[in-house]
């Protein structure tokens, strides 16, 4: 098993992300955050940008909605051709039936945590999807600290999920140090968004958390 880097976009120059996803173009997904202003206080882009993304992007997109009514909204983002699409669980009242609808349509169906949302109640729902983000940041911009007091959720995760594959991917201030305590305690999915934009080698630095990674996942 290996693990996986996803840089998050929200950290590009959206003047030109076609350049800039030429920039990452050795990373395993691009991560894309998508927000509404209303689920958290910011704004980026909707179905429209992504199906762009999609077009162009020589990498598979993970969809990151930071969205009320994913019920409402998920599948179109599945249907542009999204490899994943992650939804958060606080912001609908059956996960499952929006994991259904967006495995039905083929995309990879993921569920998003939030920092102070426990992960008890969602074990028993890991049949119903391919991957479970557990945020390490409050959702809804870059470049905040990495709380490391979300990891004792992914060692749960990592003991339910056994043999299956699922990933499990962390999200919000993954650097070259917080991604060790990522990976020790489970992860096997890193999204960056500044700790890869803002290197001056953006490929190199990929290269460089992949290996970090690699060498502290137990999975
Ligand atoms: C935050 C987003 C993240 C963000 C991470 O709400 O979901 O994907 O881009 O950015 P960094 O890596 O800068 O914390
Ligand atoms: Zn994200």
């Known amino acids: 098993m290996s693990v996986r880097i996803n840089p998050s976009i929200l950290a590009a120059d959206f003047v030109n992300l076609e350049r800039e996803l030429g920039r990452i173009a050795t990373a395993d997904l691009v991560h ?47 249907e542009l051709g999204a490899y994943s699409v992650t939804f958060h669980a606080e912001a609908t009242g059956d996960p499952v039936a929006v994991a259904r609808s967006l495995r039905a349509i083929g995309a990879r169906a993921g569920l998003a945590l939030k920092p102070g949302t426990p ?37 749960l995760l990592r003991a339910a999920v056994g ?31 500044s700790a890869v934009f803002r290197a001056d080698d953006p490929a190199a630095q990929i290269e460089r958390l992949r290996e970090i990674a690699a060498a502290h996942s137990h999975v």
Do not use: C
């Open 32 to 78: 894309v955050d998508v927000m509404d202003n209303h689920f958290v206080p910011n704004l980026t882009f909707g179905p429209q940008m992504v199906g762009r993304l999609q077009d162009v992007s020589p990498l598979p997109l993970d969809v990151h909605l930071m969205i009320d009514d994913p019920g409402r909204w998920a599948p179109g983002y599945a």
């Open 119 to 155: 992960v008890e109640g969602y074990l028993e729902l890991l049949p119903e999807f391919d991957q479970v983000l557990v945020m390490t940041v409050e959702p809804g911009f870059g470049g905040q600290r990495f709380m490391a007091e979300t990891m004792p959720k992914l060692g």
């Open 163 to 193: 043999e299956r594959d699922i990933w499990l991917q962390v999200d919000g201030g993954v650097d070259e140090e917080t991604i060790v305590t990522a990976a020790q305690a489970g992860a096997d999915t890193f999204v960056a968004g």
